[in-house]
């Protein structure tokens, strides 16, 4: 990255070397007075010996309030609202919007391109420094290095989904992608299906990881064979769940775990066009709870998760430690639910 800061002590080296949070050595540097006279010398301390220097641009952007916080999607606008699934990032937006309204902070929404140029990006961010912390909406492996950056140049994060770095140094709100999927794929076993297929989404994606993880341990958790012919990785796309689904379907399955309730809706259409009933021949799980699993024909079985929440919860975060209310790292994990219908 043409704009990477290149420190051989950061402020997170300060926090762990001292025993402390992030915020609490900002809160030393900053002078702020929540702050007790032993954890200040303490800090100062590690400080003075470890020959750290604070980033003045950080200082004055902590200090100097605009009253404004930036989501970061890395997708494309034509991604994010796609007819595959308008519901994800619109409830992501819509929940940060009314968070920040309520505290009186204005939200600034930087969006991907096209064109791929995703370092370029991330270093537009970094060079207009506006917003007083952000919020990065995706955890994919594209942006380890941007992690990395905001980690040394000390601007306030929240992430909504576990990092692919470092996640016991970042705050984040996430769900247990793991235990959930187990619990998904162990319906379905005590339902009595014996082959069971899944299909993940992009394979970037954390989650797409950790649900496969859970796949994983449902059936070593019952005796059953972990068979690579019943996994498919694809996209969270409807054409992803279309096309996987009917390679699966030559595999003679008898159930599927999707990544997403947009690739099961893909993979119900290509259940129903092989003359296959759903779910006397195949079952059906998703993964979301979006409005269009409660419409489908039959009504689709999956597994609901906070979207709102999460939003919400990662923005009253930042707002928190932006206050000097919360220390960090925090790391948080939403509860998910199972939800039964018809299509299992």
């Known amino acids: 990255m043409s704009g990477k800061i290149n420190r051989q002590v950061s402020l997170i080296d300060v ?48 200090t100097q309030r605009n009253q404004v916080i930036a989501v970061v999607i890395p997708d494309p606008l034509s991604h994010i609202f796609s007819s595959d699934n308008p519901y994800y ?17 204005a939200m600034l929404l930087w969006v991907g391109s096209l064109d791929g140029r995703r370092e370029r990006f991330y270093e537009r961010i970094l060079e207009k420094r506006i917003m007083d912390g952000l919020i990065l909406a995706a955890s994919v492996d ?37 235990n959930a999927s187990k619990t998904a794929t162990e319906y379905l076993i005590q339902q009595g299906y014996r082959r069971i297929a899944t299909i993940a989404g992009n394979w ?59 690739i099961a809706i893909g993979a119900m259409q290509a259940i129903q066009e092989a003359g296959l009933s759903i779910p006397d021949d195949v079952a059906l799980i998703g993964f979301d709870d979006i409005p269009n699993a409660r419409n489908a024909i039959p009504p689709l079985t999956t597994i609901r998760q906070p979207i709102d929440r999460k939003a919400e919860t990662a923005a009253s975060l930042l707002l928190d430690i932006l206050a000097g209310k919360a220390d960090e790292p925090q790391q948080i994990l939403l509860p998910t639910e199972l939800v039964v219908r018809s299509s299992t």
């Open 142 to 178: 594209e942006e380890q290095f941007f992690i990395e950056e905001l980690l040394t140049i000390d601007i306030p994060f929240v992430m909504i989904g576990r990092p692919t770095i470092q996640p016991d140094v970042i705050n984040y709100v996430s769900i247990d992608n793991v």
């Open 15 to 62: 926090a762990e070397q001292a025993g402390v949070s992030r915020s609490t050595v900002s809160r030393v540097i900053n002078n702020d007075a929540y702050v007790s006279d032993a954890t200040r010398e303490k800090v100062l301390a590690v400080i003075k010996e470890s020959g750290y220097v604070p980033n003045m641009a950080a200082r004055s952007l902590r």
């Open 204 to 262: 970037n994606n954390i989650d797409s990881h950790e649900r496969l993880e859970g796949y994983k341990q449902a059936l070593a958790a019952h005796n059953m064979p972990y068979d690579e012919a019943l996994v498919r990785i694809d996209a969270f796309t409807m054409a992803a769940g279309y096309r996987q689904a009917k390679h699966l379907i030559s595999q003679g399955i008898d159930a599927i775990f999707a990544g997403s309730d947009i």
């Open 89 to 105: 990032f619109s409830t992501i937006i819509q929940s940060i919007t009314e968070v920040s309204q309520q505290r009186d902070y």
